[in-house]
Protein backbone atom coordinates (compact mmCIF):
# COMPACT_ATOMS: atom_id res chain seq x y z
CA UNK A 1 0.00 0.00 0.00
CA UNK A 2 1.33 3.79 -0.69
CA UNK A 3 2.59 5.11 2.10
CA UNK A 4 0.93 8.35 1.50
CA UNK A 5 -2.44 6.65 1.43
CA UNK A 6 -5.14 7.45 3.96
CA UNK A 7 -6.68 4.94 6.04
CA UNK A 8 -9.48 4.45 8.78
CA UNK A 9 -9.68 2.02 11.60
CA UNK A 10 -11.55 1.50 15.09
CA UNK A 11 -10.39 1.17 17.87
CA UNK A 12 -12.53 -0.67 20.47
CA UNK A 13 -11.86 -0.02 23.84
CA UNK A 14 -12.35 -2.55 26.98
CA UNK A 15 -15.28 -1.82 29.75
CA UNK A 16 -14.12 -1.52 33.45
CA UNK A 17 -14.61 -5.79 33.41
CA UNK A 18 -12.01 -5.82 31.16
CA UNK A 19 -14.19 -6.78 28.04
CA UNK A 20 -15.22 -5.95 25.50
CA UNK A 21 -17.78 -6.98 22.91
CA UNK A 22 -17.55 -9.85 20.68
CA UNK A 23 -17.74 -13.72 20.71
CA UNK A 24 -19.86 -14.99 23.18
CA UNK A 25 -19.45 -11.21 24.94
CA UNK A 26 -22.84 -9.82 23.91
CA UNK A 27 -24.09 -5.87 24.95
CA UNK A 28 -27.45 -6.14 26.31
CA UNK A 29 -29.41 -3.64 28.35
CA UNK A 30 -28.77 -5.11 31.40
CA UNK A 31 -24.95 -5.46 30.73
CA UNK A 32 -24.37 -2.31 28.88
CA UNK A 33 -21.81 -0.89 32.01
CA UNK A 34 -19.65 -4.01 31.91
CA UNK A 35 -18.56 -2.70 28.40
CA UNK A 36 -18.79 0.93 28.74
CA UNK A 37 -15.03 2.27 29.14
CA UNK A 38 -14.40 5.15 32.19
CA UNK A 39 -13.87 8.41 30.72
CA UNK A 40 -10.32 8.19 32.34
CA UNK A 41 -9.61 5.76 30.48
CA UNK A 42 -10.87 7.02 27.08
CA UNK A 43 -9.12 9.87 27.57
CA UNK A 44 -5.44 7.98 28.03
CA UNK A 45 -6.57 5.55 24.74
CA UNK A 46 -7.39 8.98 23.09
CA UNK A 47 -4.35 10.32 23.84
CA UNK A 48 -2.03 7.30 23.27
CA UNK A 49 -3.29 7.62 19.22
CA UNK A 50 -3.15 11.57 18.95
CA UNK A 51 0.76 11.27 20.50
CA UNK A 52 1.19 8.65 18.00
CA UNK A 53 0.02 10.53 14.84
CA UNK A 54 -3.59 9.70 14.68
CA UNK A 55 -6.63 12.04 13.91
CA UNK A 56 -8.73 10.97 16.18
CA UNK A 57 -12.35 10.60 16.63
CA UNK A 58 -15.39 10.96 19.16
CA UNK A 59 -15.89 7.93 21.40
CA UNK A 60 -18.98 7.00 20.76
CA UNK A 61 -19.77 3.89 22.92
CA UNK A 62 -17.03 2.18 23.59
CA UNK A 63 -15.15 3.00 19.99
CA UNK A 64 -13.54 5.96 18.16
CA UNK A 65 -12.14 5.96 14.56
CA UNK A 66 -8.36 6.80 14.48
CA UNK A 67 -7.32 7.73 10.62
CA UNK A 68 -3.48 8.77 9.16
CA UNK A 69 -1.61 7.82 6.39
CA UNK A 70 -1.15 4.16 6.20
CA UNK A 71 3.03 4.79 6.82
CA UNK A 72 1.79 6.12 10.22
CA UNK A 73 0.08 2.54 10.97
CA UNK A 74 2.90 0.97 9.74
CA UNK A 75 5.10 2.95 11.98
CA UNK A 76 2.62 2.00 15.10
CA UNK A 77 2.21 -1.45 14.62
CA UNK A 78 5.70 -2.07 12.90
CA UNK A 79 3.95 -4.25 10.53
CA UNK A 80 3.01 -3.92 7.01
CA UNK A 81 -0.57 -2.48 5.58
CA UNK A 82 -2.03 -4.14 2.25
CA UNK A 83 -5.05 -3.63 0.51
CA UNK A 84 -7.89 -5.91 1.52
CA UNK A 85 -10.28 -7.51 -0.72
CA UNK A 86 -13.63 -6.01 1.40
CA UNK A 87 -11.95 -3.63 3.25
CA UNK A 88 -10.15 -1.02 3.91
CA UNK A 89 -6.48 -2.62 4.72
CA UNK A 90 -4.98 -5.72 6.62
CA UNK A 91 -2.03 -5.94 8.45
CA UNK A 92 0.63 -8.69 7.51
CA UNK A 93 1.71 -10.51 10.50
CA UNK A 94 5.45 -11.42 11.08
CA UNK A 95 3.47 -15.20 10.04
CA UNK A 96 2.74 -13.64 6.57
CA UNK A 97 -0.78 -14.41 7.72
CA UNK A 98 -3.19 -11.47 7.38
CA UNK A 99 -5.69 -10.15 9.71
CA UNK A 100 -8.14 -6.72 9.66
CA UNK A 101 -8.23 -6.83 13.62
CA UNK A 102 -5.16 -6.79 16.24
CA UNK A 103 -5.96 -7.51 19.77
CA UNK A 104 -4.08 -8.67 22.59
CA UNK A 105 -0.91 -9.89 22.25
CA UNK A 106 -0.95 -8.54 18.21
CA UNK A 107 -1.31 -4.82 19.44
CA UNK A 108 1.74 -2.49 20.51
CA UNK A 109 2.59 -2.83 23.73
CA UNK A 110 2.09 0.87 24.42
CA UNK A 111 -1.67 0.40 24.16
CA UNK A 112 -2.56 -3.37 24.67
CA UNK A 113 -3.22 -2.42 28.13
CA UNK A 114 -5.55 0.32 27.71
CA UNK A 115 -7.44 -0.88 23.96
CA UNK A 116 -8.94 -4.34 23.22
CA UNK A 117 -8.71 -4.23 19.60
CA UNK A 118 -8.29 -2.18 16.22
CA UNK A 119 -9.64 -3.20 13.27
CA UNK A 120 -9.73 -2.20 10.16
CA UNK A 121 -13.63 -1.80 8.54
CA UNK A 122 -15.10 -4.47 5.91
CA UNK A 123 -17.04 -2.56 3.19
CA UNK A 124 -20.69 -3.05 2.82
CA UNK A 125 -22.11 -5.40 0.18
CA UNK A 126 -24.29 -2.53 -0.97
CA UNK A 127 -23.77 0.31 -2.20
CA UNK A 128 -21.22 1.75 -5.23
CA UNK A 129 -18.94 -1.34 -5.97
CA UNK A 130 -21.06 -4.33 -4.87
CA UNK A 131 -21.84 -6.84 -6.83
CA UNK A 132 -25.20 -8.18 -6.50
Excluded at 31 to 51: K, M, V, Y
Excluded at 59 to 71: C, D, E, H, Q, V
Amino acid sequence: MKPETILSAQVILPGPSGRAPGGDALVTAANIGAFTPAAADAERALHLFSEAGFETGPLIGNSFAITAPARVFESWSHLRVQAAPRGAAQWRMQDGTVRSELAGESLPKAVRDAVAAVAFPEAPEFGPGASF
